[in-house]
């Protein structure tokens, strides 16, 4: 069966995780990706570590099934070779400095190609006083006022995965899909901007509204909730489990079936999740003294049959193994420059088809065939340094 992308191809200059994130999407959906890197070193993300076989692990996550060209874009040569390829792509995607694009002149490629669907990704968006602000993940967290509500009451915290990037990435594939779908009803593309600041702040969603209109900053809560309780970790014989009982009849539940405290049902301090949330102290210390009689297993097993929301606080290597993901058969093998790794599917999944899983290029491992394709003396330009092919074969 056919991919939901197959014959459409992607220019992109990017780096780092935003924009990269953004292109894998596409290229999962079946797109043609072409990544145009630096000669040296080609995208940061190559070089943040060397965990997966020597490959970084950004890059692993964020660059499978994409064609690495190495081009010098400084140079007339380079620049020339990427708007030939952007002349016959249907989405350019860049994420370069604000500015940058413009700089190089490929900052309007529409012009000559209007059914192109550009994509320009940067931190702040443009104009306003944040513009030519650079823009990491931290710091567009802290100004999106994503750390100001995360962590603990004690102290707050950046999440442990870059959000901001991830956030900004996502809309920018939803848009290219949203874009496409509108050139192929009426002809015609679109230029398209997307702030990371802007895709973060949408993402804090109630807390917005809630000081906006209720004039409080919602407090850190670690694992616990501003508005629900109970909704934390509760001690284990031999660990923690996370609770987190939503509604009335739920904790009606928790207290009967799964830790056998019926009298705490209709106790008037715990009665509704209002004065729940009110005696949000004595109702934990309730839960926890009872919690702690059971193993992790042996709690687990009784909140899953009553139907109680709950999950076990794993680490990274216990996700690694985990069991849903087995069961599901949600790990393929892919291709890397020094030796194959596991990936997993997308969360997407297409009943007919499955995604995309191709291999994570070496830098500039289809420089040479990129070169010819656009119609360049491919031996000249790498003589002169303006592009790079790499020599490494992909292990799959």
Not at 127 to 151: H, N, V, W
Not at 324 to 353: I, M, N
Request: charged share 20%; glycine share 10%; aromatic share 6%.
């Amino acid at each position: 069966m056919t991919r939901p992308l197959e014959g459409v191809t992607v220019v992109a200059i990017e780096q780092a995780v935003a924009a990269p994130l953004a292109t894998r999407n596409l290229a999962d959906l079946g797109a043609r990706v072409i990544k145009v890197e630096r000669i040296e070193g080609g995208d940061f993300a190559r070089g943040y570590d060397h965990v997966v076989h020597g490959t970084g692990a950004h890059f692993v996550w964020l660059n499978r099934g994409k064609e690495s060209l190495a081009v010098d874009l400084k140079s007339a040569e380079g620049r020339d070779v990427v708007r030939r390829l952007v002349a016959r792509a249907d989405v350019f995607l860049q994420n370069l400095a604000p500015g940058a694009a413009e700089r190089l002149g490929l900052g309007d490629l529409r012009a000559g190609h209007p059914e192109l669907v550009e994509v320009n990704l940067s931190g702040f968006g443009a104009g306003g006083p944040m513009e030519q602000r650079k823009a990491y993940d931290m710091l567009i967290q802290a100004e999106a006022g994503l750390i100001a509500i995360t962590g603990s009451p004690e102290a707050p915290a950046k999440t442990g995965i870059p959000t901001a990037d991830i956030a900004s990435g996502m809309y920018c594939s939803q848009a290219v899909l949203a874009a496409l779908l509108r050139r192929w009803r009426i002809g015609e593309g679109a230029t398209i901007e997307v702030s990371m600041l802007e895709a973060t702040i949408e993402w804090m969603g109630y807390a917005l509204y809630t000081q906006m209109y209720a004039g409080t900053q919602p407090a850190r809560m670690g694992l616990s909730h501003s508005s629900i309780a109970p909704y934390d970790a509760f001690p284990t014989r031999d660990g923690q489990m996370l609770i987190g009982v939503q509604n009335d009849s739920g904790w009606r539940t928790l207290v009967t079936s799964v830790l056998d405290a019926p009298a705490l049902a209709d106790d008037p301090r715990f009665a509704t999740n209002v004065a729940r949330v009110a005696h949000r102290a004595e109702c934990d210390a309730e839960v926890a003294a009872r919690t702690s009689r059971w193993t992790n297993a042996e709690l687990d097993t009784r909140l899953g049959v009553a139907g109680v929301p709950a999950a076990q606080l794993k680490d990274v290597g216990e996700v690694v193994d985990h069991p849903q993901l087995k069961a599901r058969k949600r790990w393929r093998t892919v291709g890397t420059e020094h030796a194959p790794v596991d990936a997993l599917l997308p969360p997407v999944t297409f009943a007919d088809v499955e995604a995309s899983m191709g291999d994570v290029p070496a830098l500039g491992a289809h420089t040479r065939a990129l070169l010819a394709e656009s119609g360049v003396d491919a031996d000249d330009l790498i003589t002169r340094g303006i592009a790079a092919q790499a020599h490494q074969e992909s292990h799959a």
